[in-house]
């Protein structure tokens, strides 16, 4: 079975762009996360989406969206880009209730100059 | 705030020797994870624990949930060069509820590095 698969791999934007990353998980699996990664804070949750319904929403601002589509698919979008939006972005899938285990992609590296 | 913290935040050892690291918090969690992340990929889950005081063996790693949930700790035996890594924790919906919510909480991490 195919892993979590995150696109792109690598990003270079400059202040005030925007930007779309995506996101493929497991097959079968239903819900899907996001997470920044920053040397300093660590891994920090973003959104989660299940059945195409964000359930769960991190504490950033309305700078960064998602949604997910019929074939669980997701994109994450970050609009005005600013230098501190520069990290490891990561995309987990999970199966659904019951499962509280989540399959990290290999991640996207955003880079904001 | 940091809801559960992993110490220590670095460690360098010799191949062979045993190594130990924890991860705290003052919340309870359904669940605890630990995953192991290498430079430039993503997380990998290792073992999920969500029974008070349940230890789970994984060849040379012993992981054990705290009997009140909140704290958890990570053993590794005659640790190896690929044992190198990120080591996280992740605690699953808080309160114990365990009811629908996918976000975990994830500690900083341990950076260990195994010396040949």
């Known amino acids: 079975k195919a892993g979590v698969t995150q696109t792109p791999r690598y990003l270079i934007k400059t202040r005030g762009q925007q930007v779309t990353l995506s996101c493929s998980p497991i097959?079968?699996?239903?819900?899907v996360s996001w997470y920044q990664q920053t040397p300093g804070q660590g891994l920090q949750f973003l959104f989660e989406y299940f059945s195409e319904t964000q359930r769960n929403k991190g504490n950033f601002p309305g700078r960064f969206s998602g949604r997910q589509f019929s074939n669980s698919r997701s994109e994450m979008n970050v609009s005005t880009l600013e230098l501190g939006d520069s990290a490891l972005y990561l995309c987990?899938?999970?199966?659904?209730?019951?499962?509280?285990?989540?399959?990290f992609g290999p991640g996207t590296r955003l880079t904001v100059t | 705030t940091q809801l559960l913290e992993q110490s220590p935040q670095f460690l360098s050892i010799q191949e062979g020797e045993n190594l130990t690291v924890y991860c705290n918090s003052s919340?309870?969690?359904?669940?605890l994870q630990w995953y192991r992340q290498e430079p430039g990929e993503g997380p990998v889950l290792l073992v999920t624990v969500v029974t008070g005081g349940e230890v789970k063996k994984l060849k040379r790693l012993t992981f054990q949930f705290g009997d009140a949930r909140k704290d958890s700790s990570l053993h590794i035996t005659a640790a190896q060069t690929g044992d190198t890594g990120l080591y996280l924790c992740?605690?699953?919906?808080?309160?114990?509820?365990?009811?629908?919510?996918?976000?975990?909480?994830f500690g900083k991490g341990t950076k260990l590095s195994v010396i040949p």
């Open positions: 992740a605690g699953g919906p808080r309160g114990g509820s365990g009811a629908g919510s996918y976000q975990l909480t």
């Open positions: 919340s309870v969690f359904s669940s």
């Open positions: 097959s079968g699996h239903r819900s």
């Open positions: 987990a899938s999970s199966p659904g209730p019951g499962s509280y285990e989540q399959y």
